[in-house]
């Protein structure tokens, strides 16, 4: 719990409907991280965007926040590729696009969250055919990202938006058969809501493999708006000594820095409660 630190969404640009909270490029995104007490951001862009590398580095420097994770989901709902296509110049686009991605994360210290850009298996396919030819391409990602010092965080989204990965305990099963050392289970609060019967329980099941955590009430809306019980959830996370981010991803209401603003202040309120965070 002392060392938990916290990320919120951020990216250039994006629709109010998208779970991003501060919009701008990099370095202004940075420094009103940092203004709202966050020590790291995760950040929503293409694999084709150029970066000014030194400027970031300088600015990371002096705000003491630091880019936690690049989300490679544009990737697929812009880049319209995908790892497990039929297609094989697709899905050769997608492994290009996903080395591009690792490339941009060691030269920024970040790690980097696979989430849509998995694909989702065709109606009618064999689940089997498409886990094997994902797994192999993971695989290829595995070591391209380890050799770079980059973690892969796999995220489990609600069962309504993929097929694959809807539950913490497919993603266990998964690392156990194909071994990836370098891959970790990415768990959110608003999709275990829909698709796990205990989050709870879920988040003991990744134990020290959960990479890294993402938070929304079950609105998809600022902790504290909804129904979920987060002191349970931090409690927890305390039990498994999770050692990774806290990272805010919810929907800019009633604007993304007040949603930011205000998420914080419940994490912090809770974490300083005696009810909260009492590991057995």
């Not at 600015?59 to 490679?72: A, F, L, S």
Request: a neutral charge.
């Amino acid at each position: 719990m002392d060392n938990w630190k916290f990320a919120c969404s951020t990216a250039k640009e994006a629709p109010d409907t998208a779970p991003i909270l501060l919009k701008g490029d990099i370095g202004q995104n940075l420094v009103k991280a940092a203004e709202l007490g966050y020590q790291a951001i995760e950040v929503h862009m293409r694999e084709t965007t150029q970066l000014d590398i030194p400027m970031i580095r300088k600015t990371m420097e002096k705000t003491g926040v630091r880019i936690c994770n690049i989300v490679t989901g544009r990737l697929n709902t812009e880049g319209r590729v995908n790892l497990i296509d039929d297609v094989p110049y697709i899905e050769s686009a997608a492994m290009s696009g996903m080395k591009q991605y690792i490339d941009l994360a060691s030269a920024l210290d970040a790690d980097i969250i696979i989430g849509w850009v998995k694909g989702n298996i065709p109606a009618g396919g064999s689940r089997s055919k498409y886990m094997e030819r994902l797994a192999n391409n993971l695989k290829e990602l595995n070591n391209y990202a380890r050799n770079r010092r980059v973690k892969i965080n796999l995220e489990v989204i609600n069962r309504y938006e993929v097929n694959i990965f809807t539950t913490c305990a497919e993603v266990v099963e998964f690392l156990d058969t194909y071994q990836l050392n370098n891959c970790f289970i990415h768990l959110d609060t608003f999709h275990m809501n829909i698709d796990e019967a205990d989050p709870v329980e879920a988040i003991r099941l990744a134990g020290k493999r959960l990479g890294y955590f993402h938070l929304a009430d079950n609105t998809r809306k600022y902790l504290g708006s909804g129904q979920l019980d987060f002191g349970k959830i931090l409690t927890a996370l305390a039990e498994i000594n999770y050692q990774g981010y806290l990272s805010v991803e919810c929907l800019p209401y009633p604007s993304g820095e007040e949603a930011a603003a205000r998420s914080i202040s419940f994490l912090k309120s809770l974490m300083k409660s005696p009810l909260t965070l009492k590991v057995s």
